[in-house]
């Protein structure tokens, strides 16, 4: 645990004057196995002190890879200086940053350490498993791994906290070969928030979920190619939260709003049915923990939900400080940096549209003509709201049945245009949060949704 050099030294911080003082320790942890060989087996580590000063509309930043008094007191003076140098020479006079009351937010939760033989031995036991029921597939892989962040956060207005955020996860990919000889691959993220061994007690309880993974890719082997055109689909859950992320999200992060997001003119506007509903949820969602929960962000707002569609309108945007007292806002925590020495950014936490009241069968039901897709391998999108995902998983719906899977294809469109012709979303939510967001910096994110029927542009062979 990270050793407290910054709650003692907030009487150096300029009166008046918005401080940050940050002191972090990240941690990764990773095994990778093909085909039975361990060929990737690391442990890293970073630790550093950071200190981020707001002056008159400008910020002065400094950070230094050490956790001490020592360091704690030369960011913070090199932050402070840096600040009015900015602000002499810049000269925004921009008033201050929007008050937060002062307050603290405890640990949540402590890091437990294990062996890296855990890991391997994990990942082996999985392997043997795949290797002995699953003699058809043309190669797999294995890999365990975790990543955490713990940060002691102290400001001169706002909330301090100790906040330690650990995830962990199991990636299962298999390899075969279509009928015809072209190769294909799946793969399946197990796991979610916490350490290793909270999350991985027996490998058995993978075995389902393994099973699953492998009569998807026997399903693709003969599987056919979508037609291409704009068709009725079921979006799953996973492609929604994706769409979610990627599509939507990134529109209305306010500091994309200022750089020109088609969000900007769209702000209590209708950009998607009134079965739409989007929020950014910070550490509870629909009554239980979030995927990876955000109690405080690293400008010591502590984080609350970020209501962004209500009903089909747009009614918001995330902010950090600064730009919430642009669009005079409220900030609810979504100002966030990735290594210590990282500036916070805006960026999302766990994204997700609501749940409606149908059920998946009846949307399968309900369409005579279309497919149902089930996961992306990759996907991109920009401040348009145009997207483009791939999909390395679907099937076709025949008459309200299910068909034929689908080999990869690709579907497009635009976000706000796509989501006004959702006519059912079902009532549970599918999250993943086994990713990075990569805006600028990467940084760990939950996302997902309910099923979706909708017409999209899908393509071909």
């Not at 294909?184 to 309880?205: C, H, Q, R, W, Y």
């Not at 990282?342 to 039901?365: C, F, H, Q, S, Y």
């Not at 993943?432 to 940084?443: A, D, E, L």
């Amino acid at each position: 645990m990270l050793e407290d050099h910054v709650s003692n030294k907030k009487s150096l911080f300029s009166a008046g004057v918005h401080t940050e003082l940050r002191e972090q320790k990240s941690r990764s942890i990773s095994v990778f196995l093909a085909q039975g060989n361990l060929t990737g087996n690391a442990r890293m580590e970073s630790s550093g002190t950071s200190a981020r000063v707001y002056q008159n509309g400008v910020y002065g930043f400094s950070s230094m890879a050490e956790c001490s008094e020592e360091a704690s007191e030369t960011v913070l003076r090199a932050a402070t200086e840096n600040a009015r140098f900015m602000d002499r020479h810049v000269g925004k006079g921009k008033g201050p940053l929007p008050f937060i009351p002062c307050g603290g937010i405890p640990l949540n939760r402590k890091l437990q350490d294990t062996d890296q033989k855990r890991y391997i031995e994990f990942a082996k036991e999985l392997d043997a498993y795949i290797t002995a029921k699953y003699p058809k597939l043309s190669s797999r892989s294995v890999i365990a791994m975790e990543d955490s962040m713990e940060k002691l956060i102290c400001t001169s207005d706002g909330y301090d906290g100790h906040i330690c955020a650990p995830r962990s996860y199991i990636y299962v990919f298999m390899n075969t070969e279509t009928t015809s000889g072209t190769p294909i691959e799946l793969f399946k993220a197990m796991g979610g928030s916490g350490t290793f061994i909270e999350n991985f007690t027996d490998p058995v309880l993978l075995y389902p979920k393994i099973d699953t993974l492998y009569e998807q890719i026997m399903h693709k082997r003969e599987g056919v190619y979508a037609e291409a055109g704009y068709k009725t689909v079921v979006l799953s859950g996973f492609m929604s939260g994706m769409l979610a992320h990627e599509a939507v999200g990134h529109t209305v992060e306010a500091d994309l709003v200022l750089g020109g997001s088609v969000a900007g003119p769209a702000l209590h506007q209708q950009v998607a049915s009134e079965m739409v509903s989007l929020v950014d949820f910070a550490h509870t969602a629909l009554g239980a923990p979030a995927p990876l929960p955000v109690y405080l962000d690293d400008e010591g707002t502590p984080a609350e939900d970020a209501v962004l569609i209500r009903d089909g309108i747009l009614t918001g945007y995330m902010h950090s400080r600064e730009s919430a007292q642009h669009f005079g806002a409220r900030p609810q925590g979504n100002a966030r940096a990735w290594a210590f020495s990282d500036e916070p950014l805006i960026r999302m936490r766990n994204t997700a549209v609501l749940p409606g009241k149908d059920k998946l069968e009846d949307i399968i039901a309900s369409v005579d003509d279309g497919y149902y897709l089930i996961n992306s391998s990759n996907g991109q999108a920009d401040t348009t709201g145009e997207f483009m995902f791939g999909v390395n998983m679907g099937y076709e719906i025949k008459n309200g049945k299910l068909g034929r899977a689908l080999l990869d294809t690709t579907i497009s469109g635009v976000a706000f245009n796509m989501l006004k012709t959702v006519d059912m979303v079902s009532d549970t939510v599918e999250w993943t949060s086994s990713g990075y967001c990569g805006k600028k910096q990467p940084m760990p994110v939950g996302m997902g949704g309910p099923a979706l029927r909708c017409k999209v542009m899908i393509g071909g062979r």
